[in-house]
């Protein structure tokens, strides 16, 4: 089967920083991304890693570690306007390239 | 640049009636994909196109929706007749050819079936 498993929501203070992790089982991996969420709407692309280790992007850092299945979603220095859900998605990769996602997880940023 | 639009925003219907979705990608994204979300739980995938072809449907849930993306632009998904079940957000995403990262997705048509 496939599944990814993320926390189903976090909450977190201005200026702070979170985690968001997600572990995944799934048949077939070629990398995970993150996707942003807010209000119901359009998902938006954050970042994506295909090797192990960090990506950085800003404020936004995910790591990934294959050999664990694991990865992860940093925000730094949050603002009122990362709350948001947040998807961790498994590309599979081959002729699809589909992406597979997990449940999400609703960021609540408190003054 | 567009991105992508889908249409309607909202749908409510009845069960048993049809309603048709439509989803124009950006120009020159020969991938197009559909997903769902029922709420709380995880964006679904449904179905993947390259062009006109059907690349992978093993999302599409029953023989009640059918998919369709003639001359390779827009597409279409239709859900015929509605069921209780099938209530949720229908997102559409597209991606260029190749090897690709990131996906842009439509903002997604809320149906629900009453």
């Known amino acids: 089967g496939q599944s990814l498993e993320q926390p189903s929501e976090v909450t977190a203070v201005e200026g702070a920083i979170v985690q968001i992790n997600c572990t995944y089982q799934t048949s077939g991996f070629y990398g995970l991304s993150w996707y942003q969420q807010h209000d119901g709407g359009a998902p938006t692309f954050l970042s994506y890693?295909?090797?192990?280790g960090l990506e950085e992007t800003g404020r936004f850092s995910s790591f990934l570690s294959r050999s664990d299945s694991y990865g992860y979603l940093l925000l730094q220095e949050l603002q009122m306007k990362d709350s948001a859900s947040y998807f961790c998605a498994v590309r599979r990769g081959g002729a699809t390239n589909k992406l597979i996602f997990g449940t999400g997880t609703l960021l609540a940023v408190q003054p | 640049e567009a991105g992508v639009t889908q249409f309607p925003s909202h749908s409510v219907i009845e069960k048993g009636q049809t309603v048709t979705l439509r989803c124009d990608p950006i120009s020159g994204h020969d991938n197009l994909y559909w997903y769902r979300r029922v709420m709380g739980k995880e964006i679904k995938f449904l179905l993947h196109?390259?062009?006109?072809?059907?690349?992978?449907e093993s999302g599409m849930p029953n023989n009640r929706f059918l998919a369709e993306r003639t001359g390779g632009t827009y597409s279409t998904l239709k859900v015929q007749p509605a069921e209780l079940e099938d209530s949720g957000v229908y997102f559409c995403?597209?991606?260029?050819?190749?090897?690709?990262?990131?996906?842009?997705f439509g903002q997604g048509t809320r149906l629900t079936v009453v």
């Open positions: 196109f390259v062009k006109e072809s059907k690349q992978d």
């Open positions: 890693n295909a090797l192990d």
């Open positions: 995403a597209s991606t260029i050819s190749g090897a690709n990262t990131e996906a842009f």
